[in-house]
């Protein structure tokens, strides 16, 4: 079994201008290649648009692309991220389930515009999809459009005050069921990983509860280490991803520079009980095989 420690930084969370990040899926390949990272996945939420470029991009500069997407789900009345790694995009059924999403996303928008016009805060329809030209609508978009406009110094102050449970552009949203997400992503040939699990605040009973349901639906990964998580939730979630059995990643969920995200390839290693995700890619295996032959010479 390859080692736990690669000696090469993989990112397996990140996200293009076909959802809300601001680097093209050429201009993020490149990034990731300049931080030294030899395995990146691009999981563009509830969109794979950018990865026939990223491909390219990938295969000009030398780094294995994964083929990735990260699906937006409501489980338990609460929206939570499940990434696909190593999917089949032209799946029909992941396909036809992310077009459903991705037409739901512009009906959630218009109820996000009304909730903030009713604030006073008048178009953001229009502010907020001229931020998303490549790709799917979402909060992020109508966050820099706020920005714009001096109603928050970033888009993280933006999240405090706005488009939040109880603030103005709220709008509640039923996304994708867990286990259609995760057979979609299972279905394609992919794995499915539980995307930053300690963001949610989800509390003690509801993680047992979730992590249960997932593994029962065919989930096989939990994200240990993300941007998202704190150094003690990387233990928590290490520990737990080896009660229930599941595999552990990375990824940086980088959104392009001056976001409040990791930058990619200099992210911790995993845990030593982790089990990484990609222990039999071949990918992996063959790159490690390439460094250790390389350090001998
Ligand atoms: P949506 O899928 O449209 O609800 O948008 C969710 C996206 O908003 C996430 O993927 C993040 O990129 C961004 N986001 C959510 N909360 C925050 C926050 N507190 N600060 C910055 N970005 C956030
Ligand atoms: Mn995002
Ligand atoms: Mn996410
Ligand atoms: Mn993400």
Known sequence: MPSLKTP??????????????????TELVRHAAAQGVKVLALTDHDDVDGLGEAHTAAEEVGIKLILGVEISVTWNGRTIHIVGLKINPEHAPLKDGLSAIRAGRHIRAEGMANSLSRAGIHGSLQGAYAYATHGIISRTHFARFLVEQGHAKDTRSVFKRYLVKGKPGYFSHQWATLQDAVQWITGSGGIAVLAHPGRHDLGRVNILKLLSEFREVGGSAVEVVTGSHTREQYIEFAKLAHQF?????????????????????????????????????????????????????
């Not at 390839?265 to 390439?290: I, M, N, R, Y």
């Open 245 to 297: 059995g599941l595999l552990a990643s990375v990824g940086s969920d980088y959104h392009g520079p001056g976001h409040n995200y990791m930058e990619m390839g200099h992210l911790p290693d995993l845990p030593a009980t982790c089990t990484p995700v990609w222990q039999d890619w071949p990918e992996v295996v063959q790159l490690s095989e390439v460094a250790a032959i390389v350090k001998a010479a």
């Open 8 to 25: 090469f930084p993989i990112d397996l969370h990140s996200h293009s201008t076909a959802s809300d990040g601001t680097l093209t899926p």
